[in-house]
């Protein structure tokens, strides 16, 4: 006997409900903020249909055939999902920049391995991909979480049902449910605990959201059929939840945790009142009405297909999405959608080859058996196959030495500021590499700098023999400035010993995340405070990320700006006091987004690009490729170390930008005419510390200069200057 759940067009118009709000919330977040509550929509329906038709097979036969039931979940999902794997890789390598192959692949595998949300998961609390590109397969993370939950939970019916032998049918049922309320009940409690103490994790982790796919299958299992009007009143209560959710809930929630609570019960209802005597007369059928069932039967595609197509749209056309903007990429993801599930998911699903009946139902054969596990093999090696291209290119340039000195004449790096013309030529380091182009802090564990083990001179750089001693301090954005540091202070006979710590600016005030507070950070400073004024150097260098940086790439603040500025001063006047040179160097512009598209494309050189910096008060940038560069253009660069090692600016082809200071500096101390920058009067947030803004062709030898002939000059701030490009 079947154990199949009757089609239901509810259900259908349920799934086109649950994918509308997706996609809508993709398209336009501001306008349903919490329209990613579809997808636990889709998980209770998953759990409804199919943990129920497992817990009703097992019940009535106190077995469950996991072979058929897994040849069945890689007929139904696989061909589809591998089609979407496979096109979205290579046009994702003909409009992406090389930069992105290396996360393009290793999306590409976990997404067919079925790990993309723990891939995610890793990485949203990676400080390293702090601020990093969307992926294009990044929805696959609930295609993930499915099939881990299907990988357990039949085997745990399976379980309870073996376990107790021999026994009827209803006693079978009430086993189960137990077990199924039991694991519901603690993923439940942990979802609520986690979500709250670290929610970047919980939101893509299987263990939080096993419950809503168990609240499902225990409704199917457990629920009455209602009588008509107490169905009306479920579904309407049910659609109050659900729009409740998408209307009301953002991403700034602890989510899923307790919340998720809202739409799962909405969904619940909505389920119940489908399954009513009369339902087809009643409320719920306004969900069977023929495009809700057309979009439906196709929400498995069109969820696999619109968000590449968002990603990709939007990197090309290179701005927010406008309302002609978002038809063309519903229309088109409606369309492949429609493709492919009439001319891959159906054919494939329905697959039949020869078999025999039994009691009138069809036993699948030796051919359909042989031919579910071949498909299964083969979609999986095509998907592979796929992730092996953005590789294979990345492979074939990796050849290039990246620690070779390029040719000055060729790359001038920095020096291209002062130049009236700058030659076209490749971007070294090729894109694709670049992101291996770090310092040696990023590979000998230096980077994460503890006071309490390391020694002193554990991260040694500069004049090893050196009589001077400088030590830098500081967050991941004093560790990108060790290249130009090393070289210098190399030259200049100086010691250099990096302690740095990746998230930790050097200050005396914790960074938090809402109700935590990092207070290791301030523990580690603390030590390292002492160990400098134990055996004082004769510099120190720091510069850390921007409060507004950690705040928009990391959701890490501190409780107010006058907190921010006292922890620095703090840490910093004790240095001085002891009578050490501080040397701050200024964060570097914070972009409101990524470097634009046509930044990557020498092909499209002719386009204009705006980078704009959003900095409370500060100039914009906008550089076009097409300007020429000025002998005073301000210092704007994100990685110094770059410059030192002649790379060329980010920007390709002939791009420049001439670009005049908007707010000139009033002088209080002439430099040299080599060093190009202006000396401010002390700043009153911080005594002491004066403030200097140089430009690209700056010597950095000066800094070590002017510590020397003039120690009684305390701690310059080196700003990266707001300019404006005209």
């Known amino acids: 006997m079947s154990t199949a759940v009757p089609r239901r067009t509810?259900?259908?118009?349920?799934?086109?409900?649950?994918?509308?709000?997706?996609?809508?919330?993709?398209?336009?977040?501001?306008?349903?903020?919490?329209?990613?509550?579809?997808?636990?929509?889709?998980?209770?329906?998953?759990?409804?249909?199919?943990?129920?038709?497992?817990?009703?097979?097992?019940?009535?036969?106190?077995?469950?055939?996991?072979?058929?039931?897994?040849?069945?979940?890689?007929?139904?999902?696989?061909?589809?999902?591998?089609?979407?794997?496979?096109?979205?890789?290579?046009?994702?390598?003909?409009?992406?920049p090389a930069s992105r192959w290396t996360q393009l692949a290793r999306d590409v595998v976990a997404s067919a391995l079925q790990a993309q949300n723990w891939n995610l998961a890793l990485a949203s609390t990676s400080y390293e991909q702090a601020g990093g590109p969307v992926s294009t397969l990044q929805h696959f993370w609930s295609l993930a979480v499915e099939e881990q939950f299907y990988l357990v939970v039949p085997l745990l019916i399976l379980l309870v049902v073996r376990s107790i032998g021999d026994r009827s049918p209803a006693r079978r049922s009430r086993l189960i449910v137990t077990a199924l309320t039991l694991l519901g009940a603690a993923s439940l409690i942990h979802s609520v605990s986690f979500s709250g103490s670290d929610p970047d994790i919980a939101y893509f982790a299987t263990t939080t959201r096993l419950w809503e796919l168990l609240a499902g299958g225990i409704l199917a299992v457990t629920a009455p059929a209602l009588r008509r009007g107490a169905a009306d009143v479920s579904f309407v209560l049910g659609a109050l939840l659900i729009a409740a959710g998408a209307a009301t809930f953002s991403t700034e929630l602890a989510f899923p945790g307790w919340i998720a609570a809202v739409p799962v019960l909405g969904t619940l209802l909505v389920l119940s009142a489908g399954s009513a005597h009369g339902s087809a007369s009643g409320l719920v059928r306004v969900l069977s009405i023929r495009p809700a069932v057309f979009i439906g039967d196709i929400s498995y595609s069109l969820y696999l297909w619109h968000w590449p197509l968002i990603v990709l749209y939007l990197f090309v056309v290179e701005r927010q999405p406008s309302v002609l903007d978002g038809a063309i990429i519903l229309v088109s993801a409606v369309l492949l959608a429609w493709t492919s599930t009439r001319f891959i998911e159906l054919p494939l699903n329905r697959a039949r080859t020869?078999?025999?009946?039994?009691?009138?139902?069809?036993?699948?054969?030796?051919?359909?058996?042989?031919?579910?596990?071949?498909?299964?093999?083969?979609?999986?090696?095509?998907?592979?196959?796929?992730?092996?291209?953005p590789w294979s290119l990345i492979t074939l340039k990796s050849a290039q030495d990246l620690g070779a000195s390029l040719d000055p004449a060729v790359y001038p790096g920095a020096a291209a500021w002062e130049r009236s013309d700058v030659a076209a030529a490749p971007v070294q380091p090729d894109p694709a590499l670049a992101s291996g182009d770090q310092n040696e802090l990023a590979g000998n564990g230096c980077l994460l700098w503890e006071p309490s083990e390391m020694e002193a001179d554990a991260c040694r750089y500069g004049d090893a023999e050196g009589a001077d001693r400088a030590v830098l301090v500081g967050d991941s954005h004093a560790a990108q400035y060790l290249s130009p540091l090393d070289a210098v202070f190399r030259q200049e006979g100086f010691i250099l010993d990096a302690q740095v710590r990746n998230g930790c600016p050097f200050s005396a005030a914790p960074l938090g995340s809402g109700a935590a507070v990092f207070g290791d950070c301030i523990e580690r400073n603390e030590l390292t405070l002492q160990t400098l004024l134990a055996d004082p150097p004769d510099m120190v260098v720091t510069s850390n990320f921007r409060p507004a940086g950690y705040e928009r790439e990391l959701s890490w603040t501190w409780r107010s700006r006058d907190e921010a500025v006292e922890g620095y001063r703090s840490a910093w006047k004790r240095l001085v006091e002891a009578g050490i040179d501080v040397r701050v160097i200024s964060d570097s512009p914070l972009p409101s987004r990524q470097a634009p598209p046509s930044a990557w494309r020498g092909a499209r050189t002719s386009w204009t690009t705006a980078w704009t910096v959003r900095r409370g008060n500060r100039p914009t940038i906008r550089c076009s490729k097409q300007q020429k560069v000025s002998r005073e253009s301000p210092w704007w660069t994100s990685r110094v170390h770059s410059a030192v090692k002649e790379h060329v600016p980010t920007w390709s082809g002939t791009s420049s930008c001439t670009a005049t200071t908007t707010s000139p500096i009033p002088s209080r101390r002439p430099w040299p005419n080599r060093f190009a920058g202006r000396s401010s009067d002390t700043d009153p947030q911080f005594p002491a510390v004066h403030t200097v803004c140089m430009t690209l062709s700056t010597d950095v030898h000066k800094i070590v200069d002017d510590s020397r002939k003039s120690p009684g000059f305390r701690a310059p701030l080196i700003h990266s200057c707001g300019i404006t490009c005209v």
Do not use: N
């Open 354 to 389: 020869a078999g025999r009946r039994t009691g009138g139902d069809r036993q699948p054969g030796r051919e359909l058996k042989r031919y579910s596990y071949v498909l299964g093999s083969g979609l999986l090696v095509l998907s592979l196959t796929a992730a092996a291209l």
């Open 10 to 96: 509810d259900i259908q118009g349920l799934r086109a409900v649950a994918v509308l709000l997706v996609v809508v919330y993709h398209l336009v977040p501001e306008a349903l903020p919490g329209g990613f509550v579809g997808v636990d929509v889709f998980f209770v329906i998953s759990g409804y249909l199919i943990v129920g038709s497992l817990a009703r097979e097992a019940a009535r036969t106190g077995s469950v055939d996991l072979a058929a039931f897994y040849r069945r979940r890689i007929r139904r999902l696989m061909p589809a999902a591998t089609v979407v794997l496979t096109v979205t890789t290579v046009a994702s390598l003909l409009i992406l």
